[in-house]
């Protein structure tokens, strides 16, 4: 038995079949867009509660436009004038999608496709009964990550905690425009998922260095029980490193383009040569001799059969060419190692966040890298599950991992093929069945690939104003409708619409605080250049570049001067 | 300023659309002038002694000649005629058109709008002074208010909204405290009777 006050009443079906409107005056402001409201009706011999989010408010009944004529005088005041002594001035109709009852065996919704009769009351949903519904974990739960509580509802009323196993098995995206708190939000994540419930294995793809205060996590006490406190490995870009061995052919190509055709078959004949003779690891150097013998048996041959002298030999022809590219671009790097590299156990460890910095790497080196870890991560896992490797190999890899990917565009644009897309697409397609995520986040989700987008299950999506982004979305992602999408511009920051496989149906909600720092706080250029002048720099600077002073002339020579 | 009785009802078109037949010359001691049944001017039409009156509106003027369209020959001069045929000459007749807007009770309580009680034929029609027309519109809280407002804009015909612009812009002197909120009505009603007729939106 409902004993609330009902907020409006049914008017009847709405546009669609999963839509009804209902009237209500609205005296205390709470049928707000993302609302959620309820109608009682018996299925299937029981009273159920059928839930519905608000999706758009109209007027239904307005005083007339020359009653708002005075700002000094109330429209009210004119109403009562003619004589209309009624409280209610203005009516709105309401619209809201169904999202059905919930089944608490099912954990989602069921849609009764009944709109209610017309004159059904409408209830507002109480905190309980939405905090019950609408978030699959509970707060403490694990799988449960506390991202905030209900937009609609006042803080922390209605807390909302997505579910990590959806998000850990079938990727997510974050999508904001810049300054909207996307690495705020995928710090409030990794912590929740560095918390004592879950203790996850974390890698943060971060090429701009805004991570590096989730150390704080270390020390605090909220992330700490029995025992365990997390780990934050913050990796500098000086000392990332890749083995060459572990670069593929692809990878090699990315890093060198502009190759002749030439190049290119030389190029892969020597990798397959230098692969067959030392299997999977071997140096720079080997490579670029079995570039030299490839070209050299080609040459061989061809100036048996009579051709083509006078190339290959001496290091001057292409491979001589290759291997200057090679020696430059491989050589040359701090990142590409002969011996070392990221082993992937120190990267990827149960209650372990690995920062990985690249902020002073370049674009195409970003993509290698990442390209080359990420593929060793799910060549590990798929041979750990298949039992083709052991915990003496170091491509054992015991437990899944996520990796978090910032500036995700960079890495699988829509616009190119990159050798880090073809790795995402491939963890996107198949990393569920060896525990493989991704989190993926872009400002610019209309420069990410529509395959790559559409393959995260769930979403993130802060204040996103361009409207080709807009539409990216929209074709991309399923679980966000069209009423969603039109709050995007209207999000304020720290407002986010979660959607997709990590919450029952999709939610505005407001994050909440973050324990650790925010990293990526913006420069304060004025603050910075005013404390130029308090500390007496100008006055050093003119001191060091002040000229000597010139001797004064004397004489005739002064008139001239 | 004092009432001034100007005419008697002598028929009625609804229940609040009333005909009034105006005091002609030799009917009564005092005749009324004709800026006493001026368009818009508030009445009181009187129904029982303990049920106080009823508050009406000049909304229309009728003349009435029935020798209009008599073009024969007259057999007396014009001057005799008064002497010879004088019901004929009391035919002429000034009629003016008055809806109810409301009702002050015997106790001096208003209501504003269709009144419950209608006047009767032949009841005395006055003028109504500023102090009573200022009683019928204040509220309770003394606030003005111009409840009859619907009932002018719907049964007034086309005069409707220019009798109440005439209606606002008296109740304007009467009411200086409340000019704000009287002017907007008056810009509201002034732009749908002088605007809109000539093109202007809404």
Redesign the interface.
């Known amino acids: 038995m409902i004993t609330a006050t009902p907020i409006g009443t049914t008017r009847g079906p709405g546009e669609t079949a999963h839509e009804y409107t209902f009237i209500t005056p609205d005296r205390e402001d709470q049928a707000r867009n993302g609302e959620f409201v309820f109608y009682e009706a018996g299925i299937d011999g029981e009273d159920r509660r059928v839930l519905g989010r608000i999706t758009q408010r109209q007027p239904a009944r307005l005083l007339?436009?020359?009653?708002l004529?005075?700002p000094?005088?109330a429209p009210a005041?004119?109403a009562?004038?003619?004589?209309y002594s009624g409280q209610d001035h203005d009516l709105f109709e309401i619209t809201v999608s169904v999202l059905g009852y919930y089944n608490t065996a099912l954990s989602d919704f069921i849609n009764p496709h009944l709109p209610p009769q017309p004159g059904t009351p409408i209830y507002i949903a109480n905190d309980e009964m939405l905090g019950a519904v609408l978030s699959r974990r509970r707060l403490g739960q694990t799988a449960g990550a506390h991202i905030g509580s209900l937009l609609s509802r006042p803080d922390n009323a209605v807390p909302v905690v997505v579910d990590l196993r959806a998000i850990t098995s079938t990727h997510l995206a974050v999508i904001a425009s810049t300054g909207s708190g996307k690495s705020y939000l995928a710090g409030v994540l990794v912590e929740e998922m560095m918390r004592p419930s879950n203790r996850a294995a974390i890698l943060i793809i971060d090429p701009h260095g805004e991570y590096h205060t989730l150390t704080e996590l270390q020390g605090k006490q909220e992330f700490s029980a029995g025992g365990y406190s997390p780990r934050v490995e913050v990796i500098r870009p000086d000392t990332v490193k890749v083995r060459i061995s572990s670069l593929s052919l692809g990878d090699i190509r990315a890093l060198l383009p502009d190759l002749s055709e030439r190049m290119h078959y030389f190029l892969a004949k020597g990798y397959r040569l230098v692969q067959d003779r030392f299997g999977p690891n071997w140096t720079l150097a080997q490579l670029i001799a079995a570039i030299e013998d490839s070209e050299r048996q080609v040459s061989g041959k061809a100036a048996e059969e009579g051709g083509d002298e006078g190339e290959g030999t001496g290091g001057y022809g292409t491979a001589g060419a290759l291997a200057w590219r090679l020696n430059s671009r491989l050589q040359g790097s701090r990142i590409f190692d002969d011996m070392a590299s990221l082993p992937l156990q120190r990267l990827f460890r149960p209650g372990q966040c690995t920062v990985l910095q690249l902020n002073e790497i370049d674009e195409r080196e970003q993509q290698v890298v990442v390209a080359t870890l990420l593929r060793r991560l799910f060549k590990a896992r798929m041979a750990t599950q298949k039992g083709q490797t052991d915990r003496t190999k170091e491509d054992y890899l015991p437990y899944p991992a996520f990796a978090l990917i910032e500036e995700a565009h960079r890495f699988a644009p829509a616009s190119a093929d990159l050798v880090s897309s073809q790795v995402l697409k491939t963890i996107l397609a198949e990393g569920r069945k060896f525990g493989v995520a991704v989190g993926l986040i872009t400002q610019r989700p209309g420069k990410l690939d529509p395959d790559v987008l559409s393959q995260c299950m769930t979403q993130f999506f802060l204040h996103v104003t361009n409207p080709s982004d807009r539409d990216r979305i929209a074709e991309s992602v399923e679980s966000i409708g069209r009423d969603l999408l039109g709050e995007l511009p209207a999000l304020s920051k720290g407002q986010v619409i979660i959607a997709g496989a990590a919450v029952n149906t999709p939610v505005l909600c407001r994050v909440r605080q973050r324990l650790t720092t925010h990293g990526a706080e913006d420069v304060d250029a004025p603050a910075q250049w005013l404390r130029w002048f308090e500390e007496g720099r100008e006055e050093e600077d003119r001191a060091d570049i002040a000229l000597p002073q010139e001797p004064e002339t004397r004489g005739r020579s002064k008139l001239f001067k | 300023m004092m009432d001034v009785a100007i005419g008697k009802v002598v028929r009625s078109n609804s229940h609040i659309d009333y005909v009034c037949q105006v005091h002609g010359p030799g009917e009564v001691a005092a005749p009324p002038s004709v800026s006493d049944y001026a368009f818009g001017t508030f009445v009181r039409i009187p129904i029982g002694a303990e049920r106080g009156y009823l508050v009406g509106l000049i909304y229309n003027t009728m003349l009435l000649n029935p020798d209009f369209g008599n073009l024969g020959p007259q057999l007396s001069p014009a001057p005799d005629l008064a002497v010879f045929s004088p019901d004929y000459l009391a035919e002429k007749v000034t009629l003016v058109g008055i809806i109810a807007i409301g009702a002050v009770n015997s106790d001096g309580s208003s209501s504003h709008g269709v009144p419950p009680l209608a006047a009767q034929i032949d009841t005395i029609i006055s003028t109504l002074g500023d102090e009573a027309v200022r009683d019928f519109h204040t509220t309770s809280v003394g606030r003005v208010q111009v409840g009859y407002t619907p009932l002018l804009l719907t049964q007034g015909g086309a005069t409707g909204r220019h009798l109440l612009l005439r209606v606002i812009d008296r109740l304007i002197d009467l009411f200086p405290a409340q000019v704000a909120a009287l002017t907007v009505l008056r810009n509201q009603v002034a732009w749908q009777a002088i605007v809109t007729p000539v093109g202007g939106g809404l």
């Open positions: 007339p436009d020359g009653f004529a005075e000094s005088v005041d004119i009562a004038l003619v004589g």
